[in-house]
């Protein structure tokens, strides 16, 4: 009787509808997840990104990359080399491989005559990866990349007509290595290239503002010397382009006189010498003609104050000679329908002026 009780409840549990419809829910809601698997593993497989497929990874695929990168390396073919570690490193590589990958890569790319990539890559493997072996001597290529760049040696591979725009961007590219390795020596160095590199562009306001960086940011730098010439140097020919531009030429005075102070025993102080006599002279010259000037826009006062400066600072000069030699009816220049200053009135203006003249006569 008790097996015939069992029987009937199992018979009755087997055909309730309600237990098979949950049982056929569960079934159905499996397969559904199942199948929206297999369709996201699809769309992952197919799925294109920069017009590039997407495929789904593995361990054995990063290092099937990796090990093409090497052999298409060892045969010299730095293009196939390149793709495959770039193809590596989508990967998502664990240190101390992507290190490796990254040092390989940019090796590459110089190989190749890509110096803003390889110099990019370098950058990224000394930024990250650190405590990689060949961490240290990655800002090393980056400063010799941005060199050739400079030089304009790139003008031959890449065939370009001139090499002022790679020249522009080797500053960049300095600029940024000043950035990755501040206060450094070589940090130092590469705002000495920037520097030169405005000078070879004739760009001598922004070159002697560059080399002059190098002496207040990296003072005990061995290029400070050289720095300050190379300074003075080019506000000299900001100069020549503005004859009596006095911010110029105080500018071209007060470095190479601390250049010639400074380092009495460089050989190129006889250079200095010349360009600061040449710039005192115009700065002579400067105060001696805007003196003239207020004279003959009748304010003696102002006049005064040029003409003194000019006998204190450059009393040796020829524009003091001119000042001494010449009489009062040349400084009292007639215009027409304008009342001249009498000489007897001009010497009474001035009484302490010639008074001051009294001790060249």
């Known amino acids: 009787m008790q097996r015939f009780f069992v029987l009937l409840l199992a018979v009755t549990f087997l055909t309730d509808p309600l237990v098979w419809a949950d049982s056929l829910q569960e079934d159905r809601y499996f397969q559904d997840v199942t199948e929206q698997a297999w369709k996201e593993h699809d769309k992952a497989k197919n799925r294109v990104l920069n017009n590039q497929p997407v495929e789904i990874i593995s361990p054995t695929d990063l290092k099937t990359e990796f090990e093409n990168g090497i052999k298409w390396e060892e045969r010299a073919d730095f293009k196939r080399a390149s793709k495959a570690y770039v193809k590596a490193l989508s990967y998502s590589p664990t240190y101390p491989l992507v290190a490796e990958i990254l040092w390989r890569l940019a090796a590459c790319y110089e190989k190749q005559y890509r110096w803003v990539q390889a110099f990019e890559v370098y950058g990224k493997l000394y930024k990250e990866y650190p405590a990689f072996d060949q961490a240290l001597d990655a800002p090393q290529r980056q400063f010799e990349l941005a060199k050739i760049m400079a030089d304009g040696n790139e003008k031959v591979v890449l065939n370009v007509p001139t090499d002022q725009f790679y020249s522009m961007i080797a500053a960049d590219l300095f600029l940024q290595l ?184």
């Open 178 to 361: 000043e950035k990755q390795m501040p206060k450094t020596e070589l940090a130092g160095l590469c705002q000495f290239e920037v520097a030169t590199i405005y000078r070879k562009r004739r760009l001598y306001q922004r070159a002697s503002e560059a080399f002059y960086k190098v002496i207040l940011n990296y003072p005990l730098h061995p290029l400070v010397p050289s720095a300050l010439y190379e300074s003075g140097l080019a506000s000299s020919n900001v100069v020549k382009g503005a004859h009596y531009d006095a911010a110029a030429i105080d500018t071209v005075i007060k470095r190479f006189r601390r250049f010639i102070k400074e380092y009495p025993e460089d050989e190129r102080v006889p250079v200095a010498q010349k360009l600061l006599e040449e710039m005192e002279t115009l700065q002579a010259e400067k105060l001696f003609r805007t003196g003239l000037f207020y004279l003959r826009e009748k304010n003696a006062e102002a006049a005064q104050i040029y003409f003194q400066e000019l006998v204190k600072v450059y009393p040796e000069s020829i524009w003091v000679k001119q000042l001494k030699q010449t009489s009062e009816e040349e400084w009292t220049v007639p215009e027409s329908n304008q009342t001249i200053v009498k000489p007897y009135e001009f010497k009474k203006r001035f009484s302490d002026f010639f008074d001051l003249f009294k001790f060249w006569s």
